[in-house]
């Protein structure tokens, strides 16, 4: 577990605003975890001796970086979606069942960098597309393998 110092912080924060149009700083503290996976928590934990307690993890999972991008979790895209102003990649019911169930889905876009996905306005996560394909980056577990109609059977 590391914590970023100010500088680092600013690095993060300052690519979250150019890629997703993140329009404020934030308040939680962020440290990184394992190998380029990054949480944020309550400054509040700061009071407390962490390396005395060796938690395994602390705090929420936001985002991860892959190469020269943020990619945010599931997670993170709710939790800084209300502040962040770029454009979104909006998916058809189809789509959504699709991306939801574990698979890539064809998009009419070739490329683009990572954006949050959604669903008429309820945040799915966050994908990019690449060779006009949405690239499914939602967990296993986390994954909707069927949908079931709200019709009684």
Known sequence: MR????????????????QY????????LICE??????????????AVDLHALRPQHIGLYV?????TEIRLTIDGAHLLAGACSHERIELTAQQMEE?????????????TPFRIVE???????CGKIKDGYLL???PKGRRIQEFHSSSPT
């Open 136 to 138: 499914n980056y939602v």
């Open 21 to 28: 149009g993140y329009e404020k700083d934030t308040d939680y």
């Open 3 to 18: 914590f970023l110092n100010s500088r680092e912080r600013k690095a993060f924060i300052k690519q979250l605003q150019e």
């Open 99 to 111: 991306w939801m169930g574990g698979d890539d889905v064809q998009m009419s876009e070739q490329e």
């Open 63 to 67: 985002a991860n970086t892959m190469k």
């Open 119 to 125: 669903h008429q306005g309820t945040i799915l996560g």
């Open 33 to 46: 975890l394992g190998k380029n996976k990054y949480y944020f928590f309550s400054p509040d934990v700061a």
